[in-house]
C-alpha cells in the first residue's frame, strides 16, 4: 500500500532532522517501541509492543535508516517481525523550511503480512494514517521536551 | 481457531468487574469482535472478564427525559425495546442494522461502543443523539460526550481499568433516519448516516448528522447542520447541506470503496437520511 | 424376517424431498471433525507469512519440548514423501517438484513449513508459535502478467519466465475468417481468482494400525478412490494397505477434486507417531491453501459478416496457476479451448493459453472449472459485436446457433455437441421475460435517466466427464447393486456426493427399476473399503455416469431375480415388475425379498447361476453430455450509488431429463449463487507483495442469502442419447450461466453511455465511476 502524507514540526529544519536521526527519540516516537538498540551504522533493533483495539501482539523490529542527504531528506525503514504478521514501512522524508517550522513530507510503501493481512485489510489504511499521526506528534513533543530542558 | 490459555472471570457485581479490569484483565461483553480476534491470536489476553452475568449492567429505562442504557444490554434488546423505538428511534433504527440477527442477538452496545470501529454503526447515532457515555473506574463514575469520547480508529478516551458503565440518550422527538452503505462482505458501514430533523413554524430548527465508516473516527457533520438549520428543509436545501458533510475529512479507503467514493456516499446517504428524517420531522 | 415391499408409483420425474437432509440440517451427520478415536493426537501446521522467502533455519527445539507435544516434522523430514501429483499432462509442460511440505523454499502465503503434534489440539496451536523460523525474504509476483514481464521477479528460480506451458489449438481456417470480416471486435476479459469456500473446510484424521499394516483416512473429498490410489503412491505404501473414508463431505465446488499434501501429510505424521492424528483446517488456512478458482486474463477477438454470422474466434488465455500444478491445474483452462464456440456455429477457431507460475496458491477447478471462463467471454463477445453492429443481441445469438437438424455437431475444437434445440430456452426466456415490453420499457426509462439493463446468455457446457481418453484418471464410473437375503436394497456408486443430493436421486432410478419402495435403499459412497473403484463427483458427471453405471448394474440385477423368480415359480414365462416376478400363465407371483431369501438360501439354483443377488458396472461413456440454456438477467441501477438491483433473473435451462426437479432446481440455484458470487462481489485479491488480503470473510464477499434474487428457474427438455437416462448434467450449469447473464445485463444499462465492458466483479463504485464518466474500464 502507498502511503504519503506531511506533517510540520515545530523546529527549526537542522534540528528536525537532527531530531529525527536520535535514535533514544526514534524509540519514544515509533508508536509501540520499547527503545532502539544500535546494531549497525544507522541500524537499531527494537521491540515493540502493539496494542490496538483488542489486537495485540509483540514485535522484534529493526530500523534503518539510509540515503541521508541533511537537512533535506532521509529514508527509514521500519520493520516488525511477530507472531500476528509483520509489517514494514519504506519511506522517502523530505524536510523543508516553512512557516511555523519543517514540513517533512513523506512517501513510501506499506506492507502488512500474516494474520493481520487477511483479517485487516479494511483498518490498515486508517491504522497506518494513526502510527504516522502518533509518530510525528511524539517526535513534536519529543522535541519541545528537550528544548524546555536545554 | 484456538486461542491462548487465558483466565476467565465472570462476577456478578460491577464493582467486582472494575477491580478485576484494574488489575489489567479485559472486558468481555458480546464476544463479537474479541472472540474471532483471539481465535486468530490477534488478541491474546491473559485474563477476561465476562461482564454478561452482572445484572446491574442490563437495563433499558427511562429517568428524567433520557433513555439509560446499561452497557450489556444487546442490539437486539436496543432494536425491539418499546421504550427505545418510542423515545429514541434512531438508536433503535441503527441497532437493527448493525451485522446480522446472531451479531445482534450476542453483541452489546457497551462493547460496541468501547470497541469503537470506526466502521461501527452505533457511533453515527450516538454523535447525532449528543448521547453522553459513563464510565466506570476505580474512582469511580465519569461521564463523556459522545464526540469527547471516540478518539481515533479504536481509539477511545477510556483509560487503562476503565469501561463504559451505560449509555445516556434523550428522549427524541425529531424525524429520524440512520442509512448505511454496508461493505459487502462483512456488512460494517462503508458509510452511515444518522440523521435527526427538528422543524418548527416551516423551518429546520434543529438538524444532526451523526457519520461514521467515513473516516477513523464517527463524527458530527456540523457545517452540514448549521447548513440546514433555519432552511425550510427542501430538496435543495437538503443537498446543499449533505454536500458539506465529507468537506475537509480524511476518508479511508480499502479495496472495496476509495476515499472518494467513501465521500461520495456520505454525501448522497446524508441527501436520503435528511430526507427520510425530514419526512418524519413533526 | 422377510419383508414384502412393492410399489407401483414411479419415482423418476419426481419432486422427492432429499432423503440426506434431515441429518444435515439438523446437524448430527458425521463429518471428518466429527471422527473421534481413542488415544487422537492433533496437528497444527505451520505456514508461511511470505509469498516468497528462502529459509535459512528452523528452530524447533521449544515447541518440541512444549506441554503435550509427541513430535514436529519440518519440509526435511517429509521430504521422500510426495510428491503431490500433477495429473494433467501438456506438452512440454513445466511440472514443479511439490513436496508436501517446503524444504528450503516457500512459494506462496500458506505454505507448509512444518507441523505440530500433540494430545490436544490448543497445546499443538500453542506449540506452532513456538517454531523459530528465519526467512529471507525475496521479491514475490502476484499478478499473472506481471508475471509474465522481463524482470519479473521468478516463482521458480529455474524458470525465469515464469511459465509453465504455451498451449496451441485451432480448427479451420482462422486466417480466411478474419480476413472475409467486416468487422472484428476485440476485447481484454478478465475471470478473476475466486475463493471455492466449501462450507466444511478440509480435514483428515489418519490412523495407522501397524499390526496390520493398514491405513486408515478420513478426508473430506470428491474423490476417495483418486486419494487411495494417489497417496498410497505418495507414501510408499501398498494401495491394499490404505482405506480411505470420505465421511459426509461439507460441499467441494471442485476444491476437493484433488489430492493435497496434507492428506500424505497426516498418513505420514500417524505412521511415524503411532497414533491417531486430526488436522481440520481453519477458514483462514483454507482461504491460503486450497485451491483458487479461475484467474484469467482472456484476449478475445471474434470476426463477422455485417449480417451478423460469425466467422472466427481467436482467444489468448493467460492462466494463473499460482506456484504449483495441483491435480488439475493446467488443465483447467483447456477446457475453456474445447467451450471457446459455445452455442455458435463457426468452425474457425484458434486459441493459445499461457500457463503461468505466480507466488499464490495454486488454481484448479472450481465449479464450471474453464467452462465459464469460455462462456463468460464468448458471451460477452456477441454482445459486443451486437453492439457493433446494432443488432439485438437475442437476434445475433439465433442466426449464430447450430441447428437443431446439425446434431450430432462436430466443432471447430474437436468435440461432438450430441443434442441440442437451443433455440428453445432462449425463446422460452423471452417470453417469460416479455422480453420486447422490456426493451420498451428499456427507451422510456432511459429517457427519464433511468438505468435498467437487459442481459441474455445462451450458454452451453461439457458435462459428465468424460470420456476416459478424455480424463486424466479415467471418466467411467461404477455401481454395484445388492438385494439383501432379506430383501432390502444396497446401491454403491463409485461417484461421492458432496451435498447434491444423490443418495435421493439413485434410490429414485433403482426403486424404479426394482419396483421397491425408496425407503427399503440405502446408497452408499466414499468408502473404500465397501464401493469398488471409482471416479467420483465432478464435472456434472454423477448422475449421467454414475447414474448410467447403476441403471445397467440394476438390469443386470433385474434378468438375475427374474432367473430365481422363474424358477421358484417354476415356470419359464415370467415378468418382473412392481417388484415381483409373475408367472404369465398361472398369475402366480414371487416377492423380492421371497425370491432374495432363495438365492441366499440357494438350495436350489437355476443352472448356470451363482447364489447371491450382486450385480456390478462399470459404465464408460461415448461421449461428454452437452447441456444448454438460456439466462434473461434485468437489472435495475442506482446511478446516484452504482448498486445494482436484479429485478428479475431467469433461468431456463436444459439438462436433458430430470430425475428430481426438486433437486435440478436447487442445483440451478446455488449454481446461480455462485455466478452471482463471481460477476458481482466476490473476489481473491492479492497484493503486489503476494499477500491474500481478502483472506476471511471480512472481506471475501461471499453471497448471502439476503443478497439473492427470486429465481425464476424452468426448463426446456432435450433427451440425450449418450447415455440410456437421457440425462446430460446440471450441476454446474447455474454458475456457467450467470456471470454473462449478469455483466451483459449491466453493461447494457450503461452501454448507451458509451461503457462495452465491464470486468468482474461488478462492485458499485466501479459502476458508479462509469455511470458518471462513460467508457471501458
Not at chain 1, 527519540?25 to 527494537?46: F, N, S
Not at chain 3, 424376517?1 to 451427520?29: F, N, Q, S, Y
Given at each position: 500500500?502507498?502511503?504519503?502524507?506531511?506533517?510540520?514540526?515545530?523546529?527549526?529544519?537542522?534540528?528536525?532532522?537532527?531530531?529525527?536521526?536520535?535514535?533514544?527519540?526514534?524509540?519514544?516516537?515509533?508508536?509501540?517501541?520499547?527503545g532502539?538498540?544500535?546494531?549497525?551504522?544507522?541500524?537499531?533493533r527494537?521491540?515493540?509492543?502493539?496494542?490496538?483495539?483488542?489486537?495485540?501482539?509483540?514485535?522484534?523490529?529493526?530500523?534503518?535508516?539510509?540515503?541521508?542527504?541533511?537537512?533535506?531528506?532521509?529514508?527509514?525503514?521500519?520493520?516488525?517481525?511477530?507472531?500476528?504478521?509483520?509489517?514494514?514501512?519504506?519511506?522517502?522524508?523530505?524536510l523543508?523550511?516553512?512557516?511555523?517550522?519543517?514540513?517533512?513530507?513523506?512517501?513510501?510503501?506499506?506492507?502488512?503480512?500474516?494474520?493481520m493481512?487477511?483479517?485487516?485489510?479494511?483498518?490498515?489504511?486508517?491504522?497506518?494514517?494513526?502510527?504516522?499521526?502518533?509518530?510525528?506528534?511524539?517526535?513534536?513533543?519529543?522535541?519541545?521536551?528537550?528544548?524546555?530542558?536545554? | 481457531?484456538?486461542?491462548?490459555?487465558?483466565?476467565?472471570?465472570?462476577?456478578?457485581?460491577?464493582?467486582?468487574?472494575?477491580?478485576?479490569?484494574?488489575g489489567?484483565?479485559?472486558?468481555?461483553?458480546?464476544?463479537?469482535?474479541?472472540?474471532?480476534?483471539?481465535?486468530?491470536?490477534?488478541a491474546?489476553?491473559?485474563?477476561?472478564?465476562?461482564?454478561?452475568?452482572?445484572?446491574?449492567?442490563?437495563?433499558?429505562?427511562e429517568?428524567?427525559?433520557?433513555?439509560?442504557?446499561?452497557?450489556?444490554?444487546?442490539?437486539?434488546?436496543?432494536?425491539?425495546?418499546?421504550?427505545?423505538?418510542?423515545?429514541?428511534?434512531?438508536?433503535?433504527?441503527?441497532?437493527?442494522?448493525?451485522?446480522?440477527?446472531?451479531?445482534?442477538?450476542?453483541?452489546?452496545?457497551?462493547?460496541?461502543?468501547?470497541?469503537?470501529?470506526?466502521?461501527?454503526?452505533?457511533?453515527?447515532?450516538?454523535?447525532?443523539?449528543?448521547?453522553?457515555?459513563?464510565?466506570r473506574?476505580?474512582?469511580?463514575?465519569?461521564?463523556?460526550?459522545?464526540?469527547?469520547?471516540?478518539?481515533?480508529?479504536?481509539?477511545?478516551?477510556?483509560?487503562?481499568?476503565?469501561?463504559?458503565?451505560?449509555?445516556?440518550?434523550?428522549?427524541?422527538?425529531?424525524?429520524?433516519?440512520?442509512?448505511?452503505?454496508?461493505?459487502?462482505?462483512?456488512?460494517?458501514?462503508?458509510?452511515?448516516?444518522?440523521?435527526?430533523?427538528?422543524?418548527?413554524?416551516?423551518k429546520?430548527?434543529?438538524?444532526?448528522?451523526?457519520?461514521?465508516?467515513?473516516?477513523?473516527s464517527?463524527?458530527?457533520?456540523?457545517?452540514?447542520?448549521?447548513?440546514?438549520?433555519?432552511?425550510?428543509?427542501?430538496?435543495?436545501?437538503?443537498?446543499?447541506?449533505?454536500?458539506?458533510?465529507?468537506?475537509?475529512?480524511?476518508?479511508?479507503?480499502?479495496?472495496?470503496?476509495?476515499?472518494?467514493?467513501?465521500?461520495?456516499?456520505?454525501?448522497?446517504?446524508?441527501?436520503?437520511?435528511?430526507?427520510?428524517?425530514?419526512?418524519?420531522a413533526? | 424376517?422377510?419383508?414384502?415391499?412393492?410399489?407401483?408409483?414411479?419415482?423418476?420425474?419426481?419432486?422427492?424431498?432429499?432423503?440426506?437432509?434431515?441429518?444435515?440440517?439438523?446437524?448430527?451427520?458425521?463429518?471428518?471433525?466429527?471422527?473421534?478415536?481413542?488415544?487422537?493426537?492433533?496437528?497444527?501446521?505451520?505456514?508461511?507469512?511470505?509469498?516468497?522467502?528462502?529459509?535459512?533455519?528452523?528452530?524447533?527445539?521449544?515447541?518440541?519440548?512444549?506441554?503435550?507435544?509427541?513430535?514436529?516434522?519440518?519440509?526435511?523430514?517429509?521430504?521422500?514423501?510426495?510428491?503431490?501429483?500433477?495429473?494433467?499432462?501438456?506438452?512440454?509442460?513445466?511440472?514443479?517438484?511439490?513436496?508436501?511440505?517446503?524444504?528450503?523454499?516457500?512459494?506462496?502465503?500458506?505454505?507448509?513449513?512444518a507441523?505440530?503434534?500433540?494430545?490436544?489440539?490448543?497445546?499443538?496451536r500453542?506449540?506452532?508459535?513456538?517454531?523459530?523460523?528465519?526467512?529471507?525474504?525475496?521479491?514475490?509476483?502476484?499478478?499473472?502478467?506481471?508475471?509474465?514481464?522481463?524482470?519479473?521477479?521468478?516463482?521458480h528460480?529455474?524458470?525465469?519466465?515464469?511459465?509453465?506451458?504455451?498451449?496451441?489449438?485451432?480448427?479451420?481456417?482462422?486466417?480466411?475468417?478474419?480476413?472475409?470480416?467486416?468487422?472484428?471486435?476485440?476485447?481484454?476479459?478478465?475471470?478473476?481468482?475466486?475463493?471455492?469456500n466449501?462450507?466444511?473446510?478440509r480435514?483428515?484424521?489418519?490412523?495407522?494400525?501397524?499390526?496390520?499394516?493398514?491405513?486408515?483416512?478420513?478426508?473430506?473429498?470428491?474423490?476417495?478412490?483418486?486419494?487411495?490410489?494417489?497417496?498410497?503412491?505418495?507414501?510408499?505404501?501398498?494401495?491394499?494397505?490404505?482405506?480411505?473414508?470420505?465421511?459426509?463431505?461439507?460441499?467441494?465446488?471442485?476444491?476437493k477434486?484433488?489430492?493435497?499434501?496434507?492428506?500424505?501429510?497426516?498418513?505420514?505424521?500417524?505412521?511415524?507417531?503411532?497414533?491417531?492424528?486430526?488436522?481440520?483446517?481453519?477458514?483462514?488456512?483454507?482461504?491460503?491453501?486450497?485451491?483458487?478458482?479461475?484467474?484469467?486474463?482472456?484476449?478475445?477477438?471474434?470476426?463477422?459478416?455485417?449480417?451478423?454470422?460469425?466467422?472466427?474466434?481467436?482467444?489468448?488465455?493467460?492462466?494463473?496457476?499460482?506456484?504449483?500444478?495441483?491435480?488439475?491445474?493446467?488443465?483447467?483452462?483447456?477446457?475453456?479451448?474445447?467451450?471457446?464456440?459455445?452455442?455458435?456455429?463457426?468452425?474457425?477457431?484458434?486459441?493459445?493459453?499461457?500457463?503461468?507460475?505466480?507466488?499464490?496458491?495454486?488454481?484448479?477447478?472450481?465449479?464450471?472449472?474453464?467452462?465459464?471462463?469460455?462462456?463468460h467471454?464468448?458471451?460477452?463477445?456477441?454482445?459486443?459485436?451486437?453492439?457493433?453492429l446494432?443488432?439485438?443481441?437475442?437476434?445475433?445469438?439465433?442466426?449464430?446457433?447450430?441447428?437443431?437438424?446439425?446434431?450430432?455437431?462436430?466443432?471447430?475444437?474437436?468435440?461432438?455437441?450430441?443434442?441440442?434445440?437451443?433455440?428453445?430456452?432462449?425463446?422460452?426466456?423471452?417470453?417469460?421475460?416479455?422480453?420486447?415490453?422490456?426493451?420498451?420499457?428499456?427507451?422510456?426509462?432511459?429517457?427519464?435517466?433511468?438505468?435498467?439493463?437487459?442481459?441474455i446468455?445462451?450458454?452451453?457446457?461439457?458435462?459428465?466427464?468424460?470420456?476416459?481418453?478424455?480424463?486424466?484418471?479415467?471418466?467411467?464410473?461404477s455401481?454395484?447393486?445388492?438385494?439383501?437375503?432379506?430383501?432390502?436394497?444396497?446401491?454403491?456408486?463409485?461417484?461421492?456426493?458432496?451435498g447434491?443430493?444423490?443418495?435421493?436421486?439413485?434410490?429414485?432410478?433403482?426403486?424404479?427399476?426394482?419396483?421397491?419402495?425408496?425407503?427399503?435403499?440405502?446408497?452408499?459412497?466414499?468408502?473404500?473399503?465397501?464401493?469398488?473403484?471409482?471416479?467420483?463427483?465432478?464435472?456434472?458427471?454423477?448422475?449421467?455416469?454414475?447414474?448410467?453405471?447403476?441403471?445397467?448394474?440394476?438390469?443386470?440385477?433385474?434378468?438375475?431375480?427374474?432367473?430365481?423368480?422363474?424358477?421358484?415359480l417354476?415356470?419359464?414365462?415370467?415378468?418382473?415388475?412392481?417388484?415381483?416376478?409373475?408367472?404369465?400363465?398361472?398369475?402366480?407371483?414371487?416377492?423380492?425379498?421371497?425370491?432374495?431369501?432363495?438365492?441366499?438360501?440357494?438350495?436350489?439354483?437355476?443352472?448356470?447361476?451363482?447364489?447371491?443377488?450382486?450385480?456390478?458396472?462399470?459404465?464408460?461413456?461415448?461421449?461428454?453430455?452437452?447441456?444448454?440454456?438460456?439466462?434473461?438477467?434485468?437489472?435495475?441501477?442506482?446511478k446516484?450509488?452504482?448498486?445494482?438491483?436484479?429485478?428479475?433473473?431467469?433461468?431456463?435451462?436444459?439438462?436433458?431429463?430430470?430425475?428430481?426437479?426438486?433437486?435440478?432446481?436447487?442445483?440451478?440455484?446455488?449454481?446461480?449463487?455462485?455466478?452471482?458470487?463471481?460477476?458481482?462481489?466476490?473476489?481473491?485479491?492479492?497484493?503486489?507483495?503476494?499477500?491474500?488480503?481478502?483472506?476471511?470473510?471480512?472481506?471475501?464477499?461471499?453471497?448471502?442469502?439476503?443478497?439473492?434474487?427470486?429465481?425464476?428457474?424452468?426448463?426446456?427438455?432435450?433427451?440425450?442419447?449418450?447415455?440410456?437416462?437421457?440425462?446430460?448434467?446440471?450441476?454446474?450449469?447455474?454458475?456457467?450461466?450467470?456471470?454473462?447473464?449478469?455483466?451483459?445485463?449491466?453493461?447494457?444499462?450503461?452501454?448507451?453511455?458509451?461503457?462495452r465492458?465491464?470486468?468482474?466483479?461488478?462492485?458499485?463504485?466501479?459502476?458508479?465511476?462509469?455511470?458518471?464518466?462513460?467508457?471501458?474500464?
Amino acid at each position: 500500500m502507498k502511503i504519503s502524507g506531511s506533517y510540520t514540526l515545530p523546529l527549526p529544519i537542522e534540528r528536525a532532522y537532527a531530531v529525527m536521526q536520535d535514535p533514544a527519540v526514534l524509540g519514544r516516537a515509533i508508536p509501540g517501541c520499547e527503545g532502539l538498540e544500535k546494531t549497525g551504522p544507522d541500524e537499531y533493533r527494537m521491540k515493540m509492543k502493539m496494542a490496538l483495539a483488542s489486537l495485540s501482539g509483540a514485535f522484534e523490529g529493526k530500523v534503518r535508516i539510509t540515503d541521508q542527504a541533511p537537512p533535506s531528506s532521509f529514508r527509514l525503514v521500519v520493520e516488525g517481525t511477530g507472531r500476528v504478521g509483520f509489517v514494514k514501512g519504506d519511506g522517502l522524508l523530505k524536510l523543508a523550511t516553512v512557516d511555523g517550522g519543517t514540513e517533512v513530507s513523506y512517501e513510501g510503501d506499506a506492507q502488512v503480512g500474516g494474520t493481520m493481512a487477511a483479517v485487516g485489510q479494511r483498518l490498515i489504511d486508517g491504522t497506518a494514517k494513526m502510527m504516522i499521526k502518533k509518530f510525528f506528534d511524539r517526535l513534536a513533543q519529543e522535541a519541545n521536551a528537550q528544548d524546555a530542558t536545554e | 481457531m484456538f486461542p491462548q490459555t487465558f483466565d476467565y472471570t465472570a462476577p456478578t457485581t460491577l464493582d467486582e468487574a472494575v477491580k478485576l479490569l484494574g488489575g489489567g484483565a479485559k472486558a468481555l461483553a458480546g464476544g463479537m469482535s474479541l472472540i474471532p480476534m483471539m481465535k486468530l491470536r490477534l488478541a491474546s489476553p491473559e485474563h477476561l472478564v465476562d461482564l454478561g452475568r452482572i445484572k446491574e449492567l442490563n437495563y433499558i429505562r427511562e429517568e428524567s427525559g433520557a433513555l439509560h442504557i446499561g452497557a450489556t444490554a444487546t442490539h437486539y434488546a436496543v432494536e425491539s425495546s418499546p421504550l427505545v423505538r418510542t423515545k429514541c428511534p434512531l438508536l433503535a433504527e441503527t441497532a437493527a442494522a448493525i451485522g446480522d440477527v446472531q451479531v445482534r442477538n450476542m453483541g452489546t452496545l457497551g462493547g460496541a461502543v468501547a470497541h469503537a470501529d470506526p466502521s461501527a454503526d452505533y457511533p453515527a447515532a450516538l454523535q447525532a443523539l449528543e448521547a453522553k457515555i459513563v464510565l466506570r473506574g476505580a474512582g469511580g463514575d465519569r461521564t463523556v460526550s459522545a464526540a469527547e469520547f471516540f478518539v481515533d480508529a479504536f481509539t477511545t478516551v477510556l483509560n487503562e481499568g476503565e469501561m463504559v458503565r451505560e449509555v445516556i440518550v434523550p428522549v427524541d422527538t425529531s424525524g429520524v433516519s440512520y442509512q448505511k452503505v454496508p461493505q459487502p462482505a462483512s456488512g460494517f458501514a462503508m458509510v452511515g448516516i444518522a440523521a435527526r430533523v427538528k422543524k418548527a413554524g416551516g423551518k429546520v430548527t434543529e438538524a444532526r448528522i451523526g457519520v461514521t465508516g467515513l473516516t477513523n473516527s464517527s463524527f458530527r457533520a456540523t457545517a452540514a447542520e448549521k447548513a440546514l438549520e433555519g432552511t425550510n428543509g427542501s430538496a435543495a436545501d437538503i443537498q446543499k447541506a449533505a454536500a458539506l458533510v465529507a468537506q475537509g475529512s480524511d476518508a479511508n479507503s480499502d479495496i472495496h470503496a476509495s476515499a472518494d467514493y467513501r465521500k461520495h456516499l456520505a454525501v448522497v446517504y446524508t441527501g436520503r437520511a435528511l430526507i427520510a428524517a425530514m419526512g418524519r420531522a413533526q | 424376517m422377510a419383508t414384502t415391499i412393492t410399489k407401483t408409483e414411479t419415482l423418476v420425474g419426481k419432486r422427492i424431498r432429499r432423503r440426506e437432509d434431515p441429518r444435515l440440517i439438523t446437524g448430527t451427520a458425521t463429518y471428518v471433525e466429527d471422527i473421534q478415536m481413542p488415544g487422537m493426537h492433533y496437528a497444527a501446521i505451520v505456514r508461511s507469512p511470505h509469498a516468497a522467502a528462502n529459509i535459512r533455519s528452523i528452530d524447533v527445539k521449544a515447541a518440541a519440548a512444549a506441554p503435550g507435544v509427541v513430535a514436529v516434522f519440518t519440509g526435511k523430514d517429509t521430504e521422500k514423501v510426495g510428491p503431490v501429483p500433477c495429473g494433467a499432462s501438456l506438452p512440454d509442460l513445466r511440472v514443479p517438484h511439490h513436496h508436501i511440505m517446503a524444504i528450503d523454499r516457500v512459494y506462496y502465503v500458506g505454505h507448509a513449513v512444518a507441523v505440530v503434534v500433540a494430545t490436544d489440539r490448543y497445546l499443538a496451536r500453542d506449540a506452532a508459535d513456538l517454531l523459530e523460523i528465519d526467512y529471507d525474504v525475496l521479491p514475490a509476483v502476484a499478478d499473472p502478467e506481471k508475471a509474465l514481464a522481463p524482470g519479473a521477479p521468478a516463482v521458480h528460480p529455474q524458470w525465469p519466465d515464469n511459465t509453465a506451458f504455451n498451449y496451441h489449438q485451432e480448427g479451420g481456417d482462422i486466417a480466411k475468417a478474419f480476413a472475409d470480416a467486416d468487422v472484428v471486435v476485440k476485447q481484454r476479459i478478465t475471470s478473476q481468482r475466486l475463493v471455492p469456500n466449501a462450507m466444511e473446510t478440509r480435514g483428515v484424521v489418519a490412523e495407522w494400525r501397524g499390526a496390520d499394516r493398514q491405513l486408515n483416512l478420513y478426508t473430506s473429498t470428491q474423490v476417495p478412490h483418486l486419494v487411495r490410489t494417489l497417496v498410497a503412491g505418495m507414501l510408499g505404501l501398498e494401495e491394499n494397505r490404505m482405506r480411505v473414508i470420505a465421511p459426509e463431505v461439507g460441499g467441494g465446488f471442485g476444491s476437493k477434486l484433488n489430492i493435497y499434501a496434507e492428506e500424505a501429510l497426516m498418513g505420514f505424521v500417524a505412521m511415524k507417531i503411532g497414533k491417531p492424528v486430526k488436522w481440520i483446517e481453519s477458514r483462514r488456512e483454507n482461504f491460503l491453501t486450497t485451491i483458487h478458482g479461475r484467474g484469467h486474463v482472456d484476449y478475445y477477438e471474434v470476426a463477422a459478416k455485417k449480417d451478423g454470422t460469425i466467422l472466427g474466434i481467436k482467444l489468448k488465455i493467460i492462466q494463473d496457476l499460482g506456484a504449483y500444478h495441483q491435480l488439475l491445474t493446467p488443465a483447467i483452462p483447456t477446457l475453456s479451448v474445447l467451450m471457446m464456440p459455445g452455442l455458435y456455429k463457426t468452425k474457425n477457431v484458434s486459441a493459445d493459453i499461457v500457463g503461468v507460475f505466480t507466488n499464490c496458491v495454486p488454481t484448479d477447478a472450481y465449479r464450471g472449472a474453464g467452462r465459464p471462463e469460455a462462456t463468460h467471454g464468448i458471451e460477452r463477445m456477441v454482445d459486443i459485436l451486437a453492439d457493433e453492429l446494432g443488432m439485438d443481441p437475442a437476434e445475433i445469438r439465433l442466426k449464430n446457433f447450430v441447428a437443431n437438424e446439425e446434431f450430432p455437431y462436430p466443432t471447430a475444437t474437436g468435440l461432438t455437441y450430441d443434442s441440442g434445440n437451443y433455440a428453445a430456452p432462449l425463446d422460452k426466456a423471452m417470453a417469460l421475460a416479455d422480453y420486447s415490453k422490456i426493451l420498451q420499457e428499456q427507451v422510456e426509462a432511459r429517457k427519464q435517466g433511468k438505468l435498467v439493463g437487459i442481459g441474455i446468455s445462451t450458454y452451453g457446457e461439457i458435462c459428465a466427464i468424460g470420456p476416459s481418453p478424455a480424463t486424466p484418471a479415467g471418466g467411467w464410473e461404477s455401481a454395484t447393486v445388492k438385494i439383501e437375503p432379506s430383501g432390502t436394497v444396497t446401491v454403491m456408486t463409485g461417484t461421492c456426493q458432496t451435498g447434491q443430493g444423490e443418495e435421493t436421486t439413485f434410490a429414485q432410478i433403482a426403486a424404479d427399476e426394482l419396483g421397491v419402495d425408496i425407503d427399503n435403499i440405502l446408497v452408499l459412497r466414499g468408502d473404500t473399503s465397501i464401493v469398488q473403484y471409482g471416479i467420483g463427483t465432478f464435472g456434472s458427471r454423477a448422475t449421467a455416469i454414475g447414474g448410467t453405471a447403476l441403471y445397467f448394474a440394476l438390469q443386470e440385477l433385474k434378468a438375475k431375480v427374474k432367473l430365481f423368480g422363474a424358477m421358484l415359480l417354476e415356470s419359464d414365462d415370467v415378468t418382473f415388475s412392481g417388484g415381483q416376478v409373475t408367472c404369465n400363465k398361472s398369475g402366480k407371483t414371487k416377492g423380492l425379498a421371497e425370491i432374495a431369501g432363495a438365492t441366499y438360501r440357494a438350495m436350489k439354483l437355476p443352472p448356470n447361476t451363482e447364489p447371491g443377488l450382486v450385480a456390478t458396472h462399470f459404465w464408460e461413456p461415448p461421449n461428454f453430455t452437452f447441456p444448454f440454456g438460456a439466462h434473461i438477467v434485468i437489472t435495475d441501477i442506482d446511478k446516484e450509488t452504482g448498486d445494482i438491483a436484479i429485478r428479475r433473473y431467469i433461468a431456463v435451462d436444459d439438462c436433458g431429463n430430470i430425475i428430481n426437479p426438486l433437486i435440478v432446481d436447487g442445483q440451478v440455484h446455488g449454481g446461480v449463487a455462485q455466478g452471482l458470487g463471481q460477476a458481482l462481489w466476490e473476489q481473491a485479491v492479492y497484493d503486489d507483495n503476494g499477500q491474500l488480503i481478502t483472506g476471511e470473510f471480512m472481506d471475501y464477499a461471499m453471497p448471502r442469502a439476503h443478497m439473492m434474487p427470486w429465481i425464476e428457474s424452468s426448463h426446456t427438455i432435450t433427451p440425450t442419447n449418450v447415455n440410456p437416462l437421457g440425462v446430460k448434467g446440471v450441476g454446474e450449469a447455474g454458475t456457467i450461466g450467470c456471470s454473462p447473464a449478469v455483466v451483459n445485463s449491466v453493461v447494457d444499462a450503461l452501454s448507451h453511455l458509451g461503457v462495452r465492458h465491464i470486468d468482474m466483479p461488478l462492485t458499485p463504485e466501479k459502476i458508479w465511476k462509469l455511470a458518471n464518466a462513460g467508457g471501458t474500464n
